[in-house]
């Protein structure tokens, strides 16, 4: 049960998007539509921002957005904003009852 | 509004037990569809799911701490807690709860604050 694979770090200007991947495999985030990302900034606890790949729930902006392709699902974030400096991390459902999150990364608005 | 806090000792020593517990307000652990679950962050890492419980008792855990972790539930209390036996520096770590929708699909939220524990002599 290896972690999702992300990249450590992006980075944009402001009003910019930056997308982000989430790399697993055929056996979780390829198998089921079940990806969820998560927004933390430092010092507070990882606030839900999209679920189900691409839905979000009640109070995140429709800047957030989610999406998936075979065995990678991406979070874009469009126009880019400073509260949106925070560390990212995908999750899915891994079958046989476990899940598996990625490895984080950063954003960081230039 | 429900919340989430984490409870516990800060610091454990090596090959010890280390117990945590999360107290659940505004919202009741035996509602249906929903588990509550531990995860953790080693210092510098990514989110790790440790295990989550449901109130009618199905209880699941990741496979690479399975034998050495328990999760339990007090519904009187409205908490659940966590036990991960014989510890090492590798279980360093904020260990935070929470809500596990978990029915056709699957997400965690929200979050308690988390907690520090360090394994250390």
């Known amino acids: 049960q290896s972690a999702l694979t992300q990249p450590p770090s992006v980075s944009g200007s402001p009003g910019q998007s930056v997308t982000i991947s989430c790399t697993g495999t055929s056996s979780d985030v390829g198998g089921y539509n079940y990806v969820s990302w998560y927004q933390q900034q430092p010092g507070n606890a990882p606030k839900l921002m999209i679920y189900d790949v691409n839905k979000r729930p009640s109070g995140v902006p429709d800047r957030f957005s989610g999406s998936k392709s075979g065995n990678t699902a991406s979070l874009t974030i469009s126009g880019l904003q400073a509260d949106d400096e925070a560390d990212y991390s995908c999750?899915?459902?891994?079958?046989?009852?476990?899940?598996?999150f990625g490895s984080g990364t950063k954003v960081t608005v230039l | 509004q429900l919340q989430l806090q984490e409870s516990g000792p800060g610091l454990v020593k090596p090959s010890e037990t280390l117990s945590l517990t999360c107290s659940v307000s505004?919202?009741?652990?035996?509602?249906?569809?929903?588990?509550w679950g531990w995860i953790r962050q080693p210092p510098g890492k990514g989110l790790e799911w440790i295990g989550s419980?449901?109130?009618?008792?199905?209880?699941y855990y990741n496979r690479s701490l399975k034998s050495r972790v328990a999760i339990s539930e007090d519904t009187s209390k409205n908490h659940f807690s966590l036990k991960l036996s014989s510890v090492t520096a590798a279980d360093t770590a904020i260990y935070f709860c929470?809500?596990?929708?978990?029915?056709?699909?699957?997400?965690?939220?929200?979050w308690g604050q988390g907690t520090l524990v360090t394994v250390s002599s």
């Open positions: 419980i449901y109130y009618s008792g199905s209880i």
């Open positions: 999750c899915s459902f891994a079958g046989n009852y476990t899940w598996v």
């Open positions: 505004g919202g009741s652990i035996n509602t249906p569809n929903y588990y």
């Open positions: 929470a809500r596990h929708f978990w029915g056709g699909t699957g997400w965690f939220d929200p």
